[in-house]
Structures are given as structure tokens and as C-alpha cells.
């Protein structure tokens, strides 16, 4: 299987008598692991699309790939402060503390995260526990906003 992820291209191999769809949904499919492999092991699962077509493989280090993870939580980091810019500005528009949080439109948001992990190859498992977790810190996060104003 391959997936476009974020400009990157990620190719997974097909185990087969390994079900994940308990812990990753059906669209992502992992080897099993080996009690005593060695270090490091199997191929490179990541590559990066060139401008001229080629590919390159990552990684040739733990430090490079711990690098490339502190770049993309630097931009979660940056999207999360936008999105809060956005739940301080919905507060305006509700009238009640009550109506903050709107469980129909949380679920609807979940939902709509799993779908888009099915369709770009994020594990189910990730897209629903993030997309959760923002919106487990949002609804205290609009109660504060909302309550620091003068009705």
C-alpha cells in the first residue's frame, strides 16, 4: 500500500496474519515484531518525492528522525495556536455557557477525523485520540474565555 501523507510518501507492507484493526483501523497494516532484531532493522519505510521524481529514503539515524519530529511538533504546536484563535472568536457567538460544548458537533468532528485518517493512511487509533484530545482541552479552554467576560 502507499499513502501521500503531507508531501511525504509512506509505503507499508501487507502482513498477513497480523489483524490491526483494533488498534489501527483498516487502513493501516504493520509487520510483527521480532523479540531480538537487530539494530537497526528492516527498510526505510519513509521517502521523500524529489523534484525530479526520484525518491530518497529516510532515516539514517534515530537523531535525524527525532529532529524531523520535533519540526512537525513545531507545526502542530503552530496549527493549535491558530485553532485556539478560532474557539476564543465561536465563544462570541454563543449566548450560554451551556451552549460551549455541543457533544453533537464533538462527535461530528470525530468522525469526520476518522474519515480523513481512512483517506490519507493516518492510523484511526492516532486521528481519533488527537482530534479527542484538542477537543477535551478546547471546551475547558472556550468555559475559560467565556467566563472572562462580562455578560
Known amino acids: 500500500m502507499i499513502f501521500q501523507v503531507f508531501g511525504f510518501l509512506f509505503i507499508s507492507a501487507i502482513a498477513a496474519s497480523i489483524d490491526t484493526n483494533a488498534c489501527y483501523g483498516s487502513n493501516v497494516i504493520s509487520a510483527p515484531s521480532a523479540d531480538h532484531r537487530p539494530v537497526p532493522w528492516g527498510t526505510p519505510s519513509v521517502h ?89 482541552s478546547s471546551v475547558p479552554f472556550e468555559e475559560c474565555i467565556f467566563d472572562s467576560y462580562d455578560q
Open 48 to 136: 521523500f518525492s524529489s523534484l525530479n521524481g526520484t525518491l530518497t529514503a529516510c532515516c539514517d539515524s534515530l537523531d535525524e528522525i527525532r529532529s524531523a519530529l520535533d519540526d512537525i511538533d513545531n507545526q502542530i504546536l503552530d496549527l493549535l495556536n491558530q485553532r485556539a484563535a478560532y474557539v476564543r472568536e465561536a465563544t462570541r457567538f454563543k449566548p450560554t455557557r451551556d451552549s460551549v460544548n455541543v457533544p453533537s458537533r464533538n462527535e461530528a468532528v470525530l468522525k469526520q477525523a476518522e474519515e480523513q485518517a481512512v483517506h490519507i493512511g493516518v492510523p484511526v487509533t492516532i486521528a481519533r485520540a488527537a482530534i479527542g484530545a484538542i477537543l477535551n
